[in-house]
């Protein structure tokens, strides 16, 4: 059922009531790395569900991005492309600092305090070795109360998520815990026609569209980034600064990450 924002802010104030918490928001992703479009994200959910814990919600390995990678790596090694190195990629503890870097960034863009807890990080998925199972996850954060049955928490995700969403592990419990929030780049999903070609999400699933005009790709900036001379010339720093935000930026330069060199396994990202 497609629900509006206003449906949904009053069955999570009527959950508050009931419960004297409402559920949680979450914003997962690779965020690799995070930017200006994730962060239109970010503003949204604060500015519509702000009364109500909103937590990013990182994850070390995509399952559905490994096998991805690794054909990508396999098809350099025999054309030669990958003859200067592979490009690195941020380990699990430097996860962690950039998303921090991207905490500071986004509450000064929201005009928050340094100190305010929103919005919120959860690390759990960086901090376990192998891939990110989004049921997993939710079964380790939810109360255990929540996990009897029936919605317990909002998952934000992009439309090319969400239309593939049958490929995640366990895709029936996050139908049945969740309300989405799907949000589509441009007003477009990663389909033409911007529906789901599976009518069985679309049909199941409890969800709430948005539209952002943020037309930025983790893929093309990073190949901004290998590209990128360094230090950056003042302009290009300035851009990119825009993109990725201050604090998100510094640390890449200073880790040397997004460049080409010798790396780690694909596995290990």
Not at 249 to 255: K, M, S, T, V
């Amino acid at each position: 059922m497609q629900w509006t924002v206003e449906q949904l802010q009053e069955r999570l104030r009527e959950v508050s009531a009931e419960s004297g918490a409402g559920w949680p928001v979450f914003f997962g992703g690779s965020f690799d790395p995070f930017h200006r479009g994730h962060a239109a994200v970010a503003a949204a959910l604060h500015r519509y569900f702000s009364p109500w814990p909103v937590t990013l919600l990182p994850n070390r390995v995509s399952p559905l991005k490994v096998a991805e990678r690794e054909k990508t790596e396999t098809a350099k090694k025999y054309t030669g492309i990958g003859s200067r190195g592979r490009e690195i990629r941020p380990d699990g503890v430097q996860k962690i600092g950039l998303m921090e870097a991207v905490i500071q960034d986004l509450r000064r863009q929201l005009r928050l305090p340094l100190q305010n807890s929103l919005p919120g990080l959860e690390l759990w998925e960086l901090q376990r070795e192998g891939p990110s199972y989004t049921a997993e996850t939710l079964r380790h954060l939810l109360a255990p109360s929540s996990q009897s049955g029936g919605k317990a928490c909002v998952l934000a995700l992009g439309m090319d998520s969400f239309c593939t969403l049958k490929q995640w592990k366990d895709w029936p419990y996050l139908l049945d815990t969740c309300v989405f929030i799907v949000f589509r780049r441009d007003g477009k999903g990663f389909f033409p026609d911007g529906f789901c070609p599976d009518g069985e999400i679309e049909a199941r699933a409890d969800y709430l569209m948005l539209d952002l005009d943020e037309p930025y790709s983790s893929t093309a900036i990073r190949q901004r980034l290998v590209g990128l001379e360094r230090p950056p010339r003042e302009a290009e720093r300035r851009e990119l600064e825009y993109v990725l935000g201050e604090n998100q930026l510094r640390y890449i330069l200073e880790h040397g990450l997004y460049r080409l060199g010798e790396s780690r396994s694909v596995k290990d990202w």
